[in-house]
């Protein structure tokens, strides 16, 4: 049985942002990453979470992050941008960016970005329910890293590449699509083997290209395997084609990919009540069909992660004794208090039911 710590997510929010800001982030900044790191957690995604706290502190003293760097819209016209991300928190300028390209949509009806010199953004699906709560459809593509093989390969030539569209509802189930085109997402191996756990058969091959089941062998030199075979390894290169937009490509290393975001104004295709009522019917719909043996219910994407956050919001959030000990670590080298005492009135608001 491994052990966790249980946190409400108040507390899991202060600590991430304290630990942040004594790294020399500034408040702002530090309190919207924590957020979306939280969030990840609170959606049951804990892959995307606060076990990346030690990698992002050490990245900021390596200085492959600069936490107090703004995002910069550059080529801006009324339906389409690029940012700068200036090496900041990915987390940041993506969550700065959507607001940017809903704000455009919602003047020009659709608006789509590229990036460049933005790091790892976390959670796509965060991105995605930002424009869906804002009345739009959202959509996110991210490629980059060399884990995951394409289909008939025997090394890695891709990255987890996933995908994700968020999509209003009329209520706070939204849908939401997040998936990597790898059969699970790097983080999913972290998280089990934090947990002492073999992955699930069919996810990964060993640095030899046998199957396992073992995360040790992930990290020995393995690979990801693409989901869906030749399917998900088509969206794989297709993620790579919309970060190349960015024009970061190489052309004599042959490497592609990059961060790109799509927002589609709903109001300008029909109005968003009828739209929102229509899909909400829609999914009621698909959900009302009886189960197939071995299943209690039919779901919709967005589902889990609507049950997951109310439950967590309710309950806690549990962190494997091994990646609090890390974070541990990292506070005590950076001063830091993790005891409750450090939560604020606007934290405990912030995840009030």
């Given at each position: ?16 942002r ?26 049951g ?5 606060v076990?990346h ?6 990245s900021i003293?390596?200085g ?6 703004e995002?910069v819209?550059?080529n801006e ?6 940012v ?6 990915g ?8 607001e940017?390209?809903?704000e ?5 009806d659709?608006c ?7 790091g790892h953004?976390g959670r796509?699906?965060?991105y ?5 709560q804002?009345?739009c459809?959202?959509?996110?593509t991210?490629?980059?890293?060399r ?12 990255g987890?590449n ?13 849908f939401?699509?997040?998936f990597?085109?790898s059969?699970?997402a ?7 083997q934090?947990?002492g ?7 990964i091959?060993?640095k030899?290209?046998n199957p396992s089941?073992k995360?040790?062998?992930?990290f020995?030199?393995g690979?990801?395997?693409t ?9 794989s290169?297709?993620t ?12 004599e ?16 295709f029909?109005p ?8 909400r019917a829609?999914l009621?719909?698909i ?8 299943f209690d219910?039919?779901l ?16 806690g ?9 890390r974070?541990?670590?990292?506070a005590?080298?950076?001063s ?12 405990v608001?912030r995840?009030q039911?």
């Amino acid at each position: 049985m491994v052990t966790t710590h249980c946190f409400p997510a108040s507390h899991l929010h202060a600590m991430t942002r304290k630990l942040f800001m004594a790294a020399s982030t500034p408040r702002h900044i530090a309190d919207a990453v924590a957020g979306i790191l939280i969030n990840a957690n609170l959606a049951g995604h804990d892959s995307h979470g606060v076990l990346h706290i030690p990698g992002y502190l050490r990245s900021i003293e390596d200085g492959g992050i600069r936490p107090a760097t703004e995002p910069v819209f550059l080529n801006e016209t009324a339906n389409a941008f690029r940012v700068d991300g200036g090496n900041s928190f990915g987390h940041y300028i993506a969550q700065k960016t959507m607001e940017r390209a809903i704000e455009k949509a919602k003047d020009a009806d659709v608006c789509g970005v590229s990036f460049v010199r933005t790091g790892h953004i976390g959670r796509l699906g965060e991105y995605a329910e930002q424009a869906a709560q804002a009345g739009c459809i959202g959509i996110i593509t991210f490629a980059g890293g060399r884990m995951t093989v394409p289909f008939g390969g025997a090394k890695g030539a891709l990255g987890t590449n996933p995908i994700s569209v968020g999509i209003p509802t009329g209520d706070d189930a939204l849908f939401v699509i997040d998936f990597a085109t790898s059969m699970i997402a790097a983080g999913k191996i972290v998280v089990a083997q934090s947990r002492g756990v073999d992955l699930p058969e069919g996810c990964i091959v060993d640095k030899h290209g046998n199957p396992s089941v073992k995360p040790g062998d992930f990290f020995d030199g393995g690979s990801l395997l693409t989901f869906g075979m030749h399917k998900g390894y088509a969206l794989s290169l297709l993620t790579c084609l919309f970060g190349g937009l960015a024009g970061t490509f190489d052309v004599e290393q042959g490497i592609m990919g990059g961060t790109f975001m799509q927002v589609l104004n709903v109001e300008a295709f029909t109005p968003i009540k009828a739209y929102e009522q229509g899909v909400r019917a829609f999914l009621d719909g698909i959900k009302s069909i009886p189960p197939a043996p071995g299943f209690d219910e039919v779901l919709v994407p967005g589902d889990f992660e609507h049950r997951s956050r109310l439950q967590h919001l309710a309950d806690g959030i549990e962190v494997p004794d091994s990646i609090y000990q890390r974070i541990q670590e990292c506070a005590e080298k950076l001063s830091v208090s993790l005891s409750e005492e450090i939560v604020e009135a606007a934290d405990v608001e912030r995840y009030q039911l």
